[in-house]
């Protein structure tokens, strides 16, 4: 396992130097493949895949952090769901106005408010 610049060799913390070390393990630690064994390399190309699953992860936490500590946008975007809610609240209303107006219970009741007011103001004037 690589450890800036030096190789472990798991004898009790010894690193070597890039200076000695052989060219194909200067080879493997710039990235070519040096002769490296499959299993070192599918190493390699998990820890890549693993180091930039990672990174967007990271990206996604940081765009999540930036957007809670946008309150500006956050009120924004409250005003806005407000406005919209309000809109469809007024259109709900608006349509069994409508409806409430238009049934035959309206003329109905026109006509019978109006005939007590003629009623009553017979009866006064008698």
């Not at 180091?51 to 936490?61: K, M, P």
């Not at 309150?71 to 409250?78: G, L, S, Y």
């Amino acid at each position: 396992m690589w450890v800036f610049g030096g190789r472990h060799d798991g004898y009790s913390g010894e690193t070597m130097s890039p200076s000695d070390e052989s060219p194909t393990t200067i080879g493997q630690a710039a990235g070519g493949d040096g002769g490296a064994p499959a299993h070192e390399q599918s190493e390699r190309d998990a820890l890549l895949e693993e180091i930039e699953e990672t990174r967007e992860e990271l990206g996604a936490t940081v765009e999540a952090l930036a957007h809670k500590a946008d309150v500006k946008a956050q009120v924004h975007e409250k005003v806005e769901e407000g406005k919209e809610q309000l809109q469809r609240k007024q259109n709900e209303v608006s349509v069994k106005l409508r409806a409430a107006l238009d049934g035959p219970a309206v003329p109905v009741a026109i006509a019978a408010v109006a005939g007590l007011l003629l009623l009553v103001s017979l009866r006064r004037r008698n």
